[in-house]
C-alpha cells in the first residue's frame, strides 16, 4: 500500500514523477531538487468497503425509482402486496444476467429474483 512520503532535505511532501528517459517512477520534492527512486509503482489505491446497511438502503431505494419499470404481474410473498420493480443485475457468483424483483410496499421492501 502506498504512503505519503516526505523530502529528507526540507520535510515537504513529495510527489510522484515519471522518468520517460529511464522508464522508472520517482517521487519528488516541488520544493528543493530532491528525488529519490520509488520502491513501489502504486501511487494511488481507492478502497471502498460496505456494510450491509448501505447494500439494503439501495435496495430499499429502488423501489422508489420512477425510471426503474413495474409490474402487477407478481406478488410479493412476504406482504402479499401486488406491484413490485424489477431490473436485471448479475448476481454474486453467478454467469449471466438474473431478474430482480423489489417489492414496492414502502414497509417491506423485499426482494427476490425470477
Same mark, same amino acid.
Given at each position: 500500500?502506498?504512503?505519503?512520503?516526505?523530502?529528507?532535505?526540507?520535510?515537504?511532501?513529495?510527489?510522484?514523477?515519471?522518468?520517460?528517459?529511464?522508464?522508472?517512477?520517482?517521487?519528488?520534492? $516541488?520544493?528543493?531538487?530532491? =528525488?529519490? *527512486? @520509488?520502491?513501489?509503482?502504486?501511487?494511488? %489505491?481507492?478502497?471502498?468497503?460496505?456494510? !450491509?446497511?448501505? $447494500?439494503?438502503?439501495?435496495? =430499499?431505494? *429502488? @423501489?422508489?425509482?420512477?425510471?426503474?419499470? %413495474?409490474?402487477?404481474?407478481?406478488?410479493? !410473498?412476504?406482504?402479499?402486496?401486488?406491484?413490485?420493480?424489477?431490473?436485471?443485475?448479475?448476481?454474486?457468483?453467478?454467469?449471466?444476467?438474473?431478474?430482480?424483483? !423489489?417489492?414496492?410496499?414502502?414497509?417491506?421492501?423485499?426482494?427476490?429474483?425470477?
Amino acid at each position: 500500500m502506498s504512503t505519503m512520503k516526505f523530502c529528507r532535505e526540507c520535510n515537504n511532501i513529495l510527489y510522484p514523477k515519471e522518468d520517460r528517459e529511464q522508464k522508472i517512477l520517482l517521487y519528488a520534492c $516541488r520544493n528543493c531538487d530532491h =528525488q529519490e *527512486v @520509488a520502491d513501489n509503482n502504486c501511487v494511488y %489505491r481507492n478502497e471502498v468497503h460496505h456494510s !450491509v446497511g448501505e $447494500r439494503t438502503q439501495v435496495l =430499499q431505494d *429502488v @423501489a422508489a425509482d420512477p425510471t426503474l419499470p %413495474r409490474t402487477k404481474a407478481v406478488r410479493c !410473498v412476504q406482504c402479499n402486496h401486488g406491484e413490485a420493480v424489477f431490473f436485471q443485475a448479475t448476481a454474486r457468483g453467478e454467469e449471466g444476467m438474473t431478474l430482480f424483483f !423489489v417489492c414496492c410496499n414502502p414497509n417491506c421492501g423485499y426482494r427476490w429474483r425470477d
